[in-house]
């Protein structure tokens, strides 16, 4: 009650502390790095990041690319090889004529090197840099190298397509903000009594998120697809906070004796409603941050602290624009569009054994699609990316036209034995899916003694810790055979060399599938046991935790159940971020009912009475709350390019939808059933024996009680 009058009171101050803050978040925000490579959020205990930083250290190698030359003379190719040599932070580069003198015919060449470098009318060129795969200085290269060697030269590789990532995500990132925006107010105008509203709701939202963009810079930088989300998903979610003051705002006004006072009650409500909703939200969110995949850390704190700053500005800035706007506002009432509940309340409740019934037939069939839907996600980000994206168009080059799927790279000791290495050489070559190996005893032979070769050669594949191997491999990263071939390759190497190291993009993604599978499980585990938690402290029941969570998580399994019906597939991250940002998000749909429920039996109302009158209560704000989340989130959905952000898009807006229905159908089901068996393991539930009249004369006396409070 302090906090509401204290607010009342320096409404122009906070006003004036918002717009100041801006300023140092704008800047905040602009100068937060954007990181572009999931792969870099792999633990740094692992074998293969470990290779990469003993490659990029001790080697001077960080990334690496492929170029692919179409229809252009070898002396043409040469030229512009010279060209790239002279670009910053391009360390080495690979052809065919620095093995051979140019004038010597290709078909004289060993057929190794033939076959390596040359594919009917493309020649292929391998590029090594000097920093990592997607620092900016690479990025910067990239672009260099495509303007230097024209549009008959395509790029391939992880780093080419972070590049090009970066480049359409810095382009559609305030598009996705805008789309979110517009469909919120569109959504807010037809489902709020107000016209301007929605605008006031999104300028306390729109500080709130800027504050949280911008506070990003201590962190040092974030992911592209938390700084993709993070704005879409803080409106979305936190959109409800402000929804619920407007209510109470509302409500307050035909008791309280002037707006203020009423602002001020208004805001004591909400903190007591919010603060329990919004604890959901905020652990659903930390769950993420459990994830041995760091991406879930960085994802997690942002849209955590988003979540918290929704929360203090909708009970401060949202209080004092309101106030300050206080005339329009009155000005521009209309009559909402949802019509009255009551009828469609007493009818559901009426017929609620055919929703008990409803949810003992979906459960276990969603629950088995939901289990296949795990399964059946990729990791290959290629594959969430346009398909006339360069990048993409490089990499289908490199596999249509020289067979190669992915290439790994191998670290072994500079002191292995030139026999070994070639028997090494000679087994890898015999796996499956390996079209060649490429290091100085494969190219060479074992005839040509290592010291006459030139410099140029062996400082690129030999210093005095590693010696460095190509592995060109037909199979495409993230599939069952390339798992199979990576634990083959592995022992092939770790047999000649304990300490040698199998590392690039397939072996990466080879851990990142080991992990997100253990990820996916602990952090489902952990939500549901935090948010259990959270609602049987805010609910005082132990029965409660229990109901709730279940009619969400069946929500959850309808949700990530259909792509299996469907057969679509799921970027990986997506199901890891529904199951805990639809449950976090949407189980306040429930506690919201809950509350009501609780609130009329203890005010002596009979079972169907209470279930009926927090059914009819409270449908109008879990469908504004539903479609403010759906409408943020499905333009984005249908607008990205890239899957990875529009499938989390469209199942959160799916989820909301369907979260919407599974509260209001199956859970005044579950209120109805297990009432007595509530009343017994809910504290302060106790029904009291008395008549509808004496609860209203309850219900005005604790509007008394609070009024006398001012």
């Known amino acids: 009650m302090k906090l509401g009058k204290a607010v ?73 090889e010279e060209k790239i040599k002279e670009i910053d932070h391009v360390d080495t580069v690979l052809w065919y004529d620095d093995f051979a003198d140019i004038s010597i015919p290709k078909e004289m060449l060993p057929d190794k090197i033939y076959d390596a470098f040359n594919s009917g009318n493309a ?98 930088e974030v992911s592209f697809i938390t700084k993709a989300l993070a704005a879409v ?45 919004s604890i959901t939200t905020v652990a659903g969110f930390i769950a993420l941050c459990f994830m041995t995949f760091t991406l879930g850390l960085d994802l997690g704190i942002v849209m955590a602290k988003g979540v918290i700053l929704g929360v203090i500005s909708c009970v401060t800035v949202l209080p004092s624009l309101i106030l300050v706007l206080d005339k329009p506002l009155e000005k521009t009432m209309h009559k909402s569009l949802i019509p009255s509940t009551k009828k469609l309340a007493t009818g559901l409740v009426k017929i609620f054994p055919v929703f008990l ?53 191998v670290l072994v000791d500079s002191s292995l034995s030139a026999k070994d290495a070639r028997n090494m050489t000679n087994e890898l070559e015999k796996v499956d899916g390996v079209k060649y190996v490429l290091g100085l005893e494969s190219v060479v032979g074992s005839l040509v003694p290592e010291e006459v070769l030139p410099d140029s050669i062996t400082s690129v594949l030999k210093n005095d810790k590693w010696e460095l191997m190509l592995i060109n491999s037909e199979y495409k990263t993230a599939t069952d055979p390339m798992a199979k071939q990576i634990d083959e390759l592995n022992k092939i190497i770790t047999k000649y060399d304990k300490d040698g190291l199998l590392i690039g993009e397939a072996a990466c993604t080879n851990d990142l599938v080991n992990i997100t599978t253990v990820d996916f499980q602990v952090v489902n585990a952990i939500s549901i046991v935090a948010i259990f938690i959270i609602i049987a402290i805010v609910e005082k029941s132990i029965t409660l935790p229990i109901i709730l969570v279940a009619v969400i ?37 429930a506690i919201l009912m809950t509350t009501r429920y609780k609130k009329e039996r203890y005010l002596g109302n009979d079972k169907r009475t209470s279930v009926i009158t927090a059914l009819e209560t409270s449908i109008p704000s879990i469908i504004v709350s539903a479609m403010g989340l759906f409408a943020a ?56 024996k008395t008549s509808n009249s004496e609860a209203a004369v309850k219900r005005k006396r604790l509007k008394k009680i609070i009024l006398t409070n001012f």
């Open 553 to 589: 998580e069946l929500a959850i399994f309808i949700n990530l159940g259909i792509p299996h019906l469907m057969g679509e597939s799921l970027p990986f991250i997506t199901p890891i971020c529904i199951s805990t940002i639809q449950l976090g998000a949407t189980v306040d749909y």
């Open 357 to 409: 019934v409803m949810f003992a037939a979906l459960i276990y069939p969603f629950y088995s699609a939901y289990s296949q839907t795990n399964k059946e996600i990729y990791y290959d980000l290629s594959e969430s990316l346009p398909e006339d994206m360069a990048n993409v168009i490089a990499n289908t080059k490199l596999k249509d036209e020289f067979g190669v799927g992915t290439t790994h790279m």
């Open 8 to 80: 009342v009171k320096s409404r122009f101050v906070i006003l004036i502390l918002a717009v100041a803050l801006m300023i140092p978040s704008a800047l905040g925000m602009a100068f937060t790095r954007v990181n572009y490579d999931i792969l870099s959020y792999l633990p740094d205990n692992l074998d293969t990041i470990k290779g990469q930083d003993y490659l990029l250290d001790d080697f001077g190698k960080g990334a690496f690319s492929f170029l692919i030359f179409e229809n252009m003379d070898d002396k043409d190719v040469a030229a512009t």
């Open 233 to 277: 998903l803080q409106l979305a979610v936190t959109m409800d906070y402000s929804i619920f003051l407007w209510h109470s705002y509302e409500e307050q006004k035909g008791i309280c004796e002037n707006h203020k006072q009423a602002m001020a009650v208004a805001i004591h409500e909400t903190v007591r409603s919010v603060i329990g909703s």
């Open 633 to 688: 989130t499905i333009g984005v959905a249908f607008y990205s390019d890239v899957d990875l952000i529009s499938s989390i898009c469209k199942l959160l807006a799916r989820g909301a939808v369907i979260s919407m229905f599974c509260v209001t159908l199956i859970l005044p089901a579950m209120f109805m059933l297990f009432d007595k068996v509530i009343a017994k393991t809910t504290l302060g539930f106790k029904p009291k």
């Open 123 to 220: 020649t292929m060129m391998a590029v090594f840099f000097d920093t990592s795969t997607s620092a900016d200085e690479t990025m910067n290269a990239i672009e260099e190298i495509r303007s230097v060697a024209g549009k008959q030269c395509f790029v391939s590789g992880m780093s080419a397509m972070i590049t090009d990532m970066k480049d359409m995500f810095e382009e559609q990132e305030m598009t996705y903000v805008a789309i979110a925006v517009v469909l919120a107010v569109i959504a807010m105008m037809i489902f709020m009594d107000n016209w301007i509203i929605p605008f006031v709701f999104l300028a306390s939202i729109a500080v709130a998120i800027l504050v949280n963009m911008g506070s990003n810079y201590f962190m040092g």
